[in-house]
């Protein structure tokens, strides 16, 4: 009996999953957890959310876009998932769903380089009013929408970020470095205004 109850014991303990495991996208590269949560929360999701999304072989620079689409198109990130999996375009969702090239477009002081110089040529050769008849490629979709999320969710203008894409491979990378410049900044704020908070009791004392 006493054996019995053992090997019940011990198969319960297999069918029960692992902490380790379920951490796994967030453990296994800083980088990539940190881009996650930013995605999550910029996207108003829940990270298991954007976890999901990834486990259906959605590359890590494409998250954004199915958000951004779902969000347009009121629709769940599944649904943007399946049509993906079944091999459209991010374009030709996009038209489905009736969004145009104009929803997609984020204003710039300047014109960038590559990755991101073919995205934007398309609004530059074109008059507003002619909008409507470009056609965007999976990779401008794909810059398009990742720029506009790190400027809008780290508060920077969009040429910050082809300043830091120039020296970083992807978008999950910017990110983190972008992430770490921004709490830099703000740490050193923070120890700027303790500074001030010191001079200004020491000028009471003196009084």
Not at 57 to 69: H, K, T
């Given at each position: 009996m006493r054996q019995a109850v053992c090997s019940l014991i011990a198969l319960g303990a297999l069918s029960i999953p692992g902490r380790a495991d379920a951490q796994t996208p967030?453990?296994?590269?800083?980088?990539?957890?940190?881009?996650?949560?930013?995605?999550?929360?910029?996207?108003?999701?829940?990270?298991?959310?954007?976890?999901?999304?990834?486990?259906?072989?959605?590359?890590?620079?494409?998250?954004?876009?199915?958000?951004?689409?779902?969000?347009?198109?009121?629709?769940?990130p599944a649904t943007i998932v399946d049509m993906r999996m079944r091999g459209l375009s991010w374009w030709d969702i996009s038209v489905r769903y009736g969004i145009g090239p104009e929803v997609y477009y984020v204003p710039v002081a300047v014109t960038p380089g590559p990755p991101y110089g073919k995205a934007w040529g398309h609004y530059k050769k074109k008059p507003r009013k002619q909008w409507k008849t470009i056609v965007l490629a999976d990779d401008d979709v794909v810059n398009l929408v990742h720029v506009r999320f790190i400027s809008d969710y780290y508060r920077i203008p969009p040429e910050r970020v082809f300043e830091v894409r120039g020296h970083h491979p992807d978008i999950v990378a910017v990110n983190y470095e972008v992430s770490r410049s921004q709490s830099r900044h703000h740490d050193d704020d923070d120890d700027q205004g303790e500074d001030h908070g010191n001079h200004g009791k020491g000028k009471n004392g003196h009084k």
């Open positions: 967030f453990s296994v590269d800083a980088r990539v957890g940190n881009f996650h949560v930013a995605v999550a929360n910029y996207y108003h999701v829940p990270e298991r959310e954007v976890v999901v999304i990834r486990e259906r072989r959605i590359r890590e620079e494409e998250l954004p876009v199915v958000l951004f689409i779902a969000q347009h198109a009121r629709v769940m």
